[in-house]
T-cell receptor, first 114, second 108 residues
Framework: GAVVSQHPSRVICKSGTSVKIECRSL??????MFWYRQFPKQSLMLMAT?????????EQGVEKDKFLINHASLTLSTLTVTSAHPEDSSFYIC??????????FGPGTRLTVT | KNEVEQSPQNLTAQEGEFITINCSYS?????LHWLQQHPGGGIVSLFM???GKKKHGRLIATINIQEKHSSLHITASHPRDSAVYIC??????????FGTGTSLTVIP
């Protein structure tokens, strides 16, 4: 099956700094990528939808200026958490697909903000 | 309102038992995924279903479109099957909506 990777798998950063998470489709071109986050003991929640070459669409309650998403190529989308705070500590997951076809999930990135 | 409900929330089984996890959703979907999340957090996609039944090893997934219901079965369960199993459905727009997950513990 198709493979989606995320980097880093774990990151610890200090409050106020920014951290970038990469999502890559390794063996296919992803026209659409989704970013999700999961707080402890909660379900995954969609943050934003990213289409290659266009601006991301953010879900209600997700600050677009804080969570910067770039989908500059058909194999890479990045999520940058700017001015991170401890409440941003979460598990961030991406999924990638080709339009209406199957979506493939990345393994996730655990962010801890101290 | 689009909803995804899973049952049970928690499940403990003896090694070797047959396990069933259920997922119900409120409106028509284009696809349903079963995901497995291990304690470290990483997610593995087990199945994608739009109709019928799929089998992979000891795992079987079924979906009934008319009843808006899917089941994940694990035959001859093993402690390494211990994980959280998540049902995810896809409506228009390709984004997924997730169930709250079923935490499975298989005891040796």
């Amino acid at each position: 099956g198709a493979v989606v990777s995320q980097h880093p798998s774990r990151v610890i950063c200090k409050s106020g700094t920014s951290v970038k998470i990469e999502c890559r489709s390794l063996d296919f071109q992803a026209t659409t990528m989704f970013w999700y986050r999961q707080f402890p003991k909660q379900s995954l929640m969609l943050m934003a939808t990213s289409n290659e070459g266009s601006k991301a669409t953010y879900e209600q309650g997700v600050e677009k200026d804080k969570f910067l998403i770039n989908h500059a190529s058909l194999t890479l989308s990045t999520l940058t958490v700017t001015s991170a705070h401890p409440e941003d500590s979460s598990f961030y997951i991406c999924s990638a697909g080709q339009g209406s076809y199957e979506q493939y999930f990345g393994p996730g990135t655990r962010l801890t903000v101290t | 309102k689009n909803e995804v409900e899973q049952s049970p929330q928690n499940l403990t089984a003896q090694e070797g038992e047959f396990i069933t996890i259920n997922c119900s959703y409120s409106v028509g979907i284009s696809a349903l995924h079963w995901l497995q999340q291990h304690p470290g957090g990483g997610i593995v996609s087990l199945f994608m279903l739009s109709s019928g039944k799929k089998k992979h090893g000891r795992l079987i997934a079924t979906i009934n479109i008319q009843e808006k219901h899917s089941s994940l079965h694990i035959t001859a369960s093993h402690p390494r099957d211990s994980a959280v199993y998540i049902c995810a459905v896809r409506w228009a727009g390709n984004q997924f909506y997730f169930g709250t997950g079923t935490s499975l513990t298989v005891i040796p």
